[in-house]
T-cell receptor, first 113, second 113 residues
Framework: NAGVTQTPKFQVLKTGQSMTLQCAQDMNHNSMYWYRQDPGMGLRLIYYSASEGTTDKGEVPNGYNVSRLNKREFSLRLESAAPSQTSVYFC????????????FGPGTRLTVL | QKEVEQDPGPLSVPEGAIVSLNCTYSNSAFQYFMWYRQYSRKGPELLMYTYSSGNKEDGRFTAQVDKSSKYISLFIRDSQPSDSATYLCAMSPSNNAGNMLTFGGGTRLMVKP
């Protein structure tokens, strides 16, 4: 099992460009999440999908959109990138087995110039 | 003021030392408390979780929760260089599918041989 995979690993954008971050999990998990991590800020939830077909805003959703394409895949789109979106983005997935443990991907490092 | 506060460190200790990592929080609704370990340029991985107050031990790791003081701790006994990482506390009011976690900013730990 690959677990949670994310593409790309690195990306540099210019202000105003758009891009989609891809995430896939092979653990048959129901819930998926997108976080951003900035120095000293910990991880902050952008959007999550509790189950296939549903998405909800997290703590910092402005400037982002998401699509739960199917049970395996959850993408994050930046329509018009801004320097404030320079961050490391993590995707996670979970399923309830007594405890809702979230498994994280390796991250995407995004720089917006 | 952030909901979850964590000293960013870095905390530098000699191999074999006992390490104490701490978080304070302000939201009395938090019931589930987690510690994640994050190696450099990797995604976080769950170390331990506890529900409500009390202690939980797993090998060299002990998690403590004091809800009356809104204070949680992670103790690492006989620390090893392989424990060098950033440790993130996380909390949630529930254990439901799609539950939102609130993270601390992380403490960077360095264990010197």
């Amino acid at each position: 099992n690959a677990g949670v995979t994310q593409t790309p690993k690195f990306q540099v954008l210019k202000t105003g460009q758009s891009m989609t971050l891809q995430c896939a999990q092979d653990m048959n998990h129901n819930s998926m999440y997108w976080y951003r991590q900035d120095p000293g800020m910990g991880l902050r939830l952008i959007y999550y999908s509790a189950s296939e077909g549903t998405t909800d805003k997290g703590e910092v959703p402005n400037g982002y959109n998401v699509s739960r394409l199917n049970k395996r895949e959850f993408s994050l789109r930046l329509e018009s990138a801004a320097p404030s979106q320079t961050s490391v983005y993590f995707c996670a997935s979970s399923t309830w087995t007594g405890f809702n443990e979230q498994f994280f991907g390796p991250g995407t490092r995004l720089t917006v110039l | 003021q952030k909901e979850v506060e964590q000293d960013p460190g870095p905390l530098s200790v000699p191999e074999g030392a006992i390490v104490s990592l701490n978080c304070t929080y302000s939201n009395s609704a938090f019931q589930y408390f987690m510690w994640y370990r994050q190696y450099s340029r990797k995604g976080p991985e769950l170390l331990m979780y506890t529900y409500s107050s009390g202690n939980k031990e797993d090998g060299r790791f002990t998690a403590q929760v004091d809800k009356s003081s809104k204070y949680i701790s992670l103790f690492i006994r006989d620390s090893q260089p392989s424990d060098s990482a950033t440790y993130l506390c996380a909390m949630s009011p529930s254990n439901n599918a799609g539950n939102m976690l609130t993270f601390g900013g992380g403490t960077r730990l360095m264990v010197k041989p």
